[in-house]
């Protein structure tokens, strides 16, 4: 699970990160809004923790920017502010949690935990697919027909599933399956999309993986 902190406190910052880097999370770290914007906005990461009171952009606005490009990251808002208005307007805004300053770090990486494992236990489906992650299988629910999915076709269909008719570019399904240290290519991705065409036409699936040239790849999931 990928983790994105946007606080500019740099010591609790480090502390939060330190923290959930205990919990085996990948986790990076902005410090201002701007940059936390331009991060957030990559759609890699499984949860956001993001601050309100924020230099340059603000943690309101870049929630309604991930809301805008449907982006999934679930996100834990952080304030000082403790007003009940200001809580509500997070919610509404499509905060899953609101966290208020001063907290301690036990109970945030609680919140972590309970939001990230909603959304493991959850299946994760889009048009007539289904994908079970425990048993790695893919099921098309139109035909009833399953197939099982290597790790990474598991990761890179998980990934699609999530943000299904939106594009994503190349370096962004790299960077969320096989993380941005990894020296994999374009090529190995679209190796690993062939496998799941192929995949999707034998389970008799209407979704499809679809090429958009010189921005990336949609998951077209048909009329189901």
């Given amino acids: 699970m990928r983790i994105l902190v946007i606080e500019d406190e740099e010591t609790l910052a480090r502390l939060i990160e330190s923290r959930l880097k205990r919990e085996n999370y990948d ?19 499984d949860l956001i923790i993001l601050d309100v009171m924020l230099p340059g952009t603000s943690g309101f606005d870049i929630l309604s920017a991930l809301k805008k490009q449907r982006i999934s990251s679930k996100v834990i808002m952080l304030t000082a502010r403790g007003a009940l208005e200001d809580r509500l307007h997070g919610l509404k805004a499509g905060a899953d949690d609101y966290v208020t300053k001063p907290f301690h770090l036990e109970e945030l990486a609680a919140r972590v935990s309970v939001q990230l494992r909603r959304e493991e236990e959850g299946r994760r489906t889009a048009g007539d697919l289904e994908l079970a992650d425990q048993s790695n299988l893919l099921v098309c629910r139109t035909t009833g027909k399953s197939i099982e999915l290597s790790a990474k076709e598991l990761a890179v269909m998980d990934y699609l599933l999530s943000h299904p008719q939106q594009i994503l570019s190349r370096d962004q399904i790299l960077d969320r399956v096989w993380g941005l240290d990894s020296d994999v290519t374009a090529n190995n991705l679209e190796a690993y999309l062939s496998f799941l065409r192929r995949k999707l036409h034998a389970i008799g699936s209407a979704a499809a993986i679809k090429a958009v040239r010189g921005l990336g790849y949609r998951l077209e999931t048909g009329n189901a």
């Fill in 27 to 45: 986790v990076d770290v902005a410090l201002d809004g701007d940059t936390g914007l331009m991060e957030a906005l990559r759609g890699i990461y």
